[in-house]
Nanobody, 126 residues
Framework: QVQLVESGGGLVQAGASLRLSCAAS????????MGWFRQAPGKQREFVGG????????YYADSVKGRFTVSRDNAKNTVYLQMNSLKPEDTAVYYC???????????????????WGQGTQVTVSS
């Protein structure tokens, strides 16, 4: 069992940066691929980016590629989402999630993830 807690959200102006953190409990965190998702009001939850268990592989949605970076520190049981050049359309609740299947790829499918955090709100004003 893994529990995930996101933090770092807030209200920023367009062009600013934020770093989200996702702290995980459980000794098996380092075995899991991790993903970040977001859900804007009235929209479906969507994949943002993910990172493999070792940190050597990352994968991003086209909408954030070049602006967002996912990283992890297995010693701290934490995964990060660095968000730069934020746009109003990035406004959403951001969730981290853990995939325990040990896949050789990073899934962008919600159903692939077994554990979810409660989410943190990111609001970008224009």
């Amino acid at each position: 069992q893994v529990q995930l807690v996101e933090s770092g959200g807030g209200l920023v102006q367009a062009g600013a940066s934020l770093r989200l953190s996702c702290a995980a409990s459980g000794r098996t965190f380092s075995n899991y691929a991790m993903g970040w998702f977001r859900q804007a009001p009235g929209k479906q939850r969507e994949f943002v980016g993910g990172i493999g268990w070792s940190g050597g592989t990352t994968y991003y949605a086209d909408s954030v590629k070049g602006r967002f970076t996912v990283s992890r520190d297995n010693a701290k049981n934490t995964v990060y989402l660095q968000m730069n050049s934020l746009k109003p359309e990035d406004t959403a609740v951001y969730y981290c999630a853990a995939d325990r299947e040990g896949r050789s790829y990073i899934s962008r499918v919600i159903a692939s993830y077994d554990y979810w955090g409660q989410g943190t709100q990111v609001t970008v004003s224009s």
